[in-house]
């Protein structure tokens, strides 16, 4: 026997029965933007390695471990991207899309990163995300947390998650707390985990998030960057911190709050909840006012974030006002039956046109023939709320049979003229 193949580790396939709930989230994403005024942008998920390499950082545990990286037939180094940000630049500079000017655009898609699979992280995984450009102040800061929150209280997990934020201040503060951190960190080396030990040497603001208990106390000791902001950053996350609270939400200032991409700076923030495990963050994200200039273009602000589908779909499962879209959206709502060989052909006719007619019904149209007990057996399981019934004499008379498959009702006989009118009147066509 030949072996069967399966899917790569970290691979997931989605089936039918799983797909409609990533189609509502979907749809909901799609709303909130046109709301909040982002378009979307579609960018390739190869590109070159180089682009990830300046913008993420080299000695970024992403860069270091996780990318899916080869060597072409032209030798260029490629990767399947591991985020979409850099991307997302790297497209607006290239298409003259980002200087003086202001740009809202987000994007969805799968991302590829080589971690160790678990529930929340996966190898190839789905990302949501936006990116404004050309934004100096914290509204838009603020914005991007409020087109959050909105989805968080529509899909109905507001209760389970918390808002953290913090501020990374400029590149020349940042780097002289680094000094400083450095300088503390080293007088107490013993008492750093090997993953920090390595980190002191290549990004040691990552050390204040180590999730070690071990560490913990020393983390508390440390100098706080908080305490070293340049004056500008300063301003900006108390205008940031203003904003937020007149418009009603709670946050957590975060001084551990450090991200772990190397192209922050002043806002980060994170959306968090306990009903992962350890995947307890959900969405991520901050200012990048250097990267456009990173990657080669004209000086120009950014701020984005990004999402993870897979744990905000686990957060919706969870949910019961979301338990049961699947069933519904799956379920078809008219089932067409025929016996007969004009009948037959005359169902595929009817069908089309209610479909042609009726865009939203979920209509299943009985194939590979069978008697009429099988084909009602087939309407049962469909889910459908009726079956629309033909045969050869309702063919000859133009009319069909209607029979209700949920309900206690006699069946009707309806003209193909009133057809149209009966399916209106019947079935729910949101």
């Known amino acids: 026997m030949k072996a069967k193949f399966q899917a790569i580790k970290g691979m997931n396939d989605f089936l039918p029965e799983q797909t409609a709930i990533w189609q509502t989230l979907e749809a909901l994403l799609r709303r909130l933007t046109r709301q909040y005024g982002y378009h979307e942008i579609r960018m390739p998920i190869v590109e070159k390695t180089a682009l990830f390499k300046r913008s993420i950082g080299e000695v970024t545990d992403i860069v270091e471990k ?12 490629l990767t399947l991207r591991p985020e979409g940000t850099a991307s997302c630049v790297r497209a607006g500079i290239e298409h003259g899309l980002l200087y003086n000017q202001q740009q809202k655009l987000w994007y969805m898609g799968p991302m590829f990163r080589r971690e160790n699979p678990q529930k ?4 190839q995984f789905h990302q949501f995300g936006i990116e404004a450009f050309g934004y100096e102040g914290p509204d838009i800061d603020v914005e991007q947390i409020l087109l959050t929150h909105r989805l ?14 913090n501020s990374l201040g400029q590149a020349d503060s940042r780097a002289a707390y680094k000094s400083l951190l450095v300088e503390f960190l080293t007088e107490h080396q013993s008492q750093l985990d090997e993953d920090s030990l390595r980190r002191l040497k290549t990004n040691p603001l990552r050390i204040l998030d180590s999730k070690n208990p071990a560490m913990q106390d020393l983390i508390e000791q440390a100098p706080k960057l908080s305490e070293h902001l340049d004056e500008a950053s300063e301003q900006h996350f108390s205008e940031l911190k203003k904003r937020l609270d007149a418009v009603g ?10 991200r772990g991409l190397d192209y922050y700076n002043r806002t980060v923030f994170e959306w968090m909840t306990d009903k992962l495990g350890a995947q307890g963050t959900i969405c991520a994200g901050g200012r990048y006012d250097g990267l456009t200039e990173q990657l080669g273009g004209q000086s120009t602000q950014g701020c984005g974030f990004a999402m993870g589908l897979e744990r905000i779909i686990a957060l919706m499962e969870d949910n019961a006002s979301f338990n049961s879209i699947n069933s519904i959206d799956n379920q078809a709502q008219v089932y067409i039956i025929a016996m007969g060989e004009k009948a037959e052909l005359e169902s595929m006719i009817l069908s089309e046109q209610l479909r042609t007619h009726r865009p939203n019904l979920r209509l299943s149209l009985n194939c590979g023939g069978g008697n009429f007990k099988k084909q009602f057996k087939k309407a049962d399981r469909s889910g459908a709320e009726i079956a629309i019934v033909l045969g050869d004499d309702e063919v000859d008379k133009q009319v069909v049979g209607i029979k209700f498959l949920r309900e206690r009702k006699d069946q009707l006989e309806v003209s193909r003229d009133q057809l149209m009118l009966t399916i209106e009147q019947l079935v729910n066509q949101e």
């Open 152 to 165: 968080w209280q529509e899909i109905g997990i507001g209760d389970s998650v918390t808002l953290h934020i």
């Open 120 to 123: 929340g992280r996966y190898r």
């Open 66 to 77: 996780e990318m899916y990286t080869w060597t072409d037939i032209s030798d260029d180094s």
């Open 249 to 258: 939400i709670e946050y957590c200032v975060n001084p551990r709050l450090v």
